[in-house]
């Protein structure tokens, strides 16, 4: 029998954020990560693949705390997409780091196989920090809020994306990687 | 806390009739370059040619797919053919005639469709698709634009299976939940033709859809037909243009739209076409121009762009070289 997954969501119905991704939960995202990381944007390169058939951007991470995987004080993270002369290659909703941002990454070795990562789930394991006046600080990747109902389960898992505190996601990703 | 006050000025409104603009005009959010005061939108300038490698297993790899390689082939063509034949559209495109590919890999020369391609890092992961467009800075000449679906994407671990028409068909992978392929397929040929992420619910290019979404808006056929417009249009449609200001101050990135305000459906012709509101972004100078409107009563309603589409799902801070876009302010409509 097939099961149909149907989403019923806060502000509107969803189940694809194209350029299409489903809405996984952080302990999902936590689960498919190798590499969980605090982390600063220094430095970001483009080059071409070997075949010279996409361009890949590379940006390495100061990394400020390790909340999953082995401690490392970098790491490189490689995305589709970059700007090489006078070609632009884009995947729409995949956001490039300007230097200086600092975001939570959760990573997965990339298929490179060089020591580079991939940010697990496209641009979901990219959570963005934001510092607001009053001094509180969130982060998000771009999801927003959501329920989706799995009929098979008869259950609802909710999705915050877009509104956890640094502190919520922190412990959120300590504990599933514990499990 | 008081929130400052958004002044909008609507320099002018003309819902009917043609509009000669005097700086490029966006009904959508564009791929493409700003360059100085200016952007430059990624389009085709010749009817592009797409390739589908149809197969759904092969080089070790099984697409979790509900069909067949003909399947996918007529939900690939039905995808690309919903908006080809949208009003207001002059855009051909074409199939190989030189038959399918059998590319597993990203190619330079073949604007290519696959369900089995290496070297994309997708894993077993929410990730669906993606679509790949390559273009000119400068001129925003589209040179190559490619659509990648995930071979076994999963969600929260159960594998996630595309379906297709072919109802008799069963997934590979047991215990999978369904993604209807051709609402996948829908929206990453909207990138394949330049077009970016919409802030319009219930656009194609919305970045957040419903299980089941195969049909354009009239955001989505506005962004078409201004990169590729008729010479004669199917339904007459004109512009808004305007300017977004808080205490003086140019607002950058806002999002604005015409709501209609009446029952009128212009697109009544083409009963496929749904009606919504269309919308764009400010400029750094604050100023917007809302293209492909056809003949209504409107409010033109400028909001923050915080959700649920923010400025990570369509970077437009950083197509500017601007650090972010602004959203202090409450949302207005006139």
Same mark, same amino acid.
């Given at each position: 029998?097939?099961?149909?997954?149907?989403?019923?969501?806060?502000?509107?119905?969803?189940?694809?954020?194209?350029?299409?991704?489903?809405?996984?939960?952080?302990?999902?995202?936590?689960?498919?990560?190798?590499?969980?990381?605090?982390?600063?944007?220094?430095?970001?390169?483009?080059?071409?693949?070997?075949?010279?058939?996409?361009?890949?951007?590379?940006?390495?991470?100061?990394?400020?705390?390790?909340?999953?995987?082995?401690?490392?004080?970098?790491?490189? &993270? /490689?995305?589709?997409?970059?700007?090489?002369?006078?070609? /632009?290659?884009?995947?729409?909703?995949?956001?490039?780091?300007?230097?200086?941002?600092?975001?939570?990454?959760?990573? /997965?070795?990339?298929?490179?196989?060089?020591?580079?990562?991939?940010?697990?789930?496209?641009?979901?394991? !990219?959570?963005?920090?934001? @510092?607001?006046?009053?001094?509180?600080?969130?982060?998000?990747?771009?999801?927003?809020?959501?329920?989706?109902?799995?009929?098979?389960?008869?259950?609802?898992?909710?999705?915050?994306?877009?509104?956890?505190?640094?502190?919520?996601?922190?412990?959120?990703?300590?504990?599933?990687?514990?499990? | 806390?008081? @929130?400052?006050?958004?002044?909008?000025?609507?320099?002018?409104?003309?819902?009917?009739?043609?509009?000669?603009?005097?700086?490029?005009?966006?009904? $959508?959010?564009?791929?493409?370059?700003?360059? #100085?005061?200016?952007?430059?939108?990624?389009?085709?300038?010749?009817?592009?040619?797409?390739?589908?490698?149809?197969?759904?297993?092969?080089?070790?790899?099984?697409?979790?797919?509900?069909?067949?390689?003909?399947?996918?082939?007529?939900?690939?063509?039905?995808?690309?053919?919903?908006?080809?034949?949208?009003? !207001?559209?002059?855009?051909?495109?074409?199939?190989?005639?030189? %038959?399918?590919?059998?590319?597993?890999?990203?190619?330079?020369?073949? !604007?290519?469709?696959?369900?089995?391609?290496? #070297?994309?890092?997708?894993?077993?992961?929410?990730?669906?698709? &993606?679509?790949?467009?390559?273009?000119?800075?400068?001129? #925003?000449?589209?040179?190559?634009?490619?659509?990648?679906?995930?071979?076994?994407?999963?969600?929260?671990?159960?594998?996630?299976?595309?379906?297709?028409?072919?109802?008799?068909?069963?997934?590979?992978?047991?215990?999978?939940?369904?993604?209807?392929?051709?609402?996948?397929?829908?929206?990453?040929?909207?990138?394949?033709?330049?077009?970016?992420?919409?802030?319009?619910?219930?656009? *194609?290019?919305?970045?957040?859809?419903?299980?089941?979404?195969?049909?354009?808006? $009239?955001?989505?056929?506005? %962004?078409?037909?201004?990169?590729?417009?008729?010479?004669?249009?199917?339904?007459?449609? %004109?512009?808004?243009?305007?300017?977004?200001?808080?205490?003086?101050?140019?607002?950058?990135?806002?999002?604005?739209?015409?709501?209609?305000?009446?029952?009128?459906?212009?697109?009544?012709?083409?009963?496929?076409?749904?009606?919504?509101?269309?919308?764009?972004?400010?400029?750094?100078?604050?100023?917007?121009?809302?293209?492909?409107?056809?003949?209504?009563?409107?409010?033109? *309603?400028?909001?923050?762009?915080?959700?649920?589409?923010?400025?990570? !799902?369509?970077?437009?801070?950083?197509?500017?070289?601007?650090?972010?876009?602004?959203?202090?302010?409450?949302?207005?409509? $006139?």
């Amino acid at each position: 029998m097939k099961h149909i997954l149907s989403f019923v969501m806060i502000f509107m119905a969803t189940v694809a954020l194209a350029t299409s991704v489903l809405p996984e939960s952080v302990e999902q995202l936590t689960h498919l990560s190798s590499v969980v990381v605090e982390a600063q944007a220094v430095q970001s390169w483009a080059q071409w693949n070997e075949a010279h058939t996409l361009i890949f951007t590379y940006t390495r991470f100061s990394v400020s705390r390790t909340l999953k995987g082995q401690m490392q004080s970098s790491v490189t &993270v /490689r995305q589709l997409g970059g700007t090489l002369g006078n070609i /632009r290659q884009k995947v729409s909703g995949v956001r490039a780091w300007r230097t200086g941002e600092q975001t939570v990454l959760f990573l /997965r070795p990339s298929e490179a196989q060089d020591g580079t990562l991939a940010v697990t789930g496209l641009m979901q394991g !990219n959570f963005l920090l934001h @510092r607001a006046n009053n001094g509180s600080v969130t982060v998000s990747n771009g999801v927003p809020e959501a329920s989706r109902y799995d009929t098979r389960a008869n259950s609802f898992s909710e999705f915050h994306g877009s509104s956890l505190t640094l502190a919520n996601l922190e412990l959120r990703v300590l504990k599933a990687a514990k499990q | 806390m008081t @929130r400052p006050r958004l002044s909008l000025l609507i320099l002018f409104a003309l819902v009917a009739g043609a509009l000669i603009l005097a700086r490029p005009a966006f009904s $959508y959010l564009p791929q493409g370059s700003a360059l #100085g005061s200016a952007f430059v939108p990624a389009a085709w300038t010749s009817p592009p040619l797409w390739v589908i490698n149809p197969a759904v297993s092969g080089g070790g790899v099984t697409a979790n797919i509900a069909g067949t390689p003909s399947d996918v082939t007529s939900t690939m063509s039905a995808a690309f053919s919903t908006w080809v034949h949208a009003p !207001n559209i002059n855009l051909g495109v074409s199939t190989s005639p030189y %038959g399918d590919s059998t590319a597993t890999s990203p190619q330079n020369n073949i !604007n290519l469709v696959c369900f089995i391609c290496t #070297g994309l890092d997708f894993s077993a992961d929410g990730a669906l698709a &993606v679509t790949i467009t390559s273009y000119n800075v400068t001129t #925003g000449e589209l040179t190559n634009a490619s659509i990648y679906f995930n071979p076994a994407p999963e969600v929260d671990g159960t594998p996630v299976c595309f379906t297709t028409s072919d109802t008799n068909a069963s997934c590979p992978q047991s215990g999978s939940e369904m993604e209807d392929l051709q609402t996948v397929a829908t929206h990453e040929v909207g990138h394949f033709f330049g077009l970016d992420h919409s802030a319009i619910v219930r656009a *194609i290019m919305y970045p957040f859809a419903p299980p089941v979404l195969t049909t354009l808006s $009239y955001d989505d056929v506005a %962004g078409m037909s201004l990169l590729y417009p008729k010479s004669t249009a199917d339904v007459q449609t %004109g512009a808004i243009q305007g300017t977004v200001a808080l205490n003086g101050s140019a607002v950058f990135g806002a999002h604005v739209f015409a709501n209609s305000s009446t029952t009128a459906t212009p697109f009544s012709g083409f009963p496929a076409i749904r009606k919504t509101p269309i919308g764009t972004l400010t400029d750094p100078t604050g100023s917007y121009t809302i293209s492909g409107v056809p003949a209504d009563s409107y409010e033109v *309603i400028a909001e923050p762009l915080d959700g649920p589409v923010a400025d990570g !799902n369509v970077d437009w801070a950083a197509e500017w070289q601007q650090t972010e876009v602004e959203t202090d302010f409450t949302t207005r409509w $006139y």
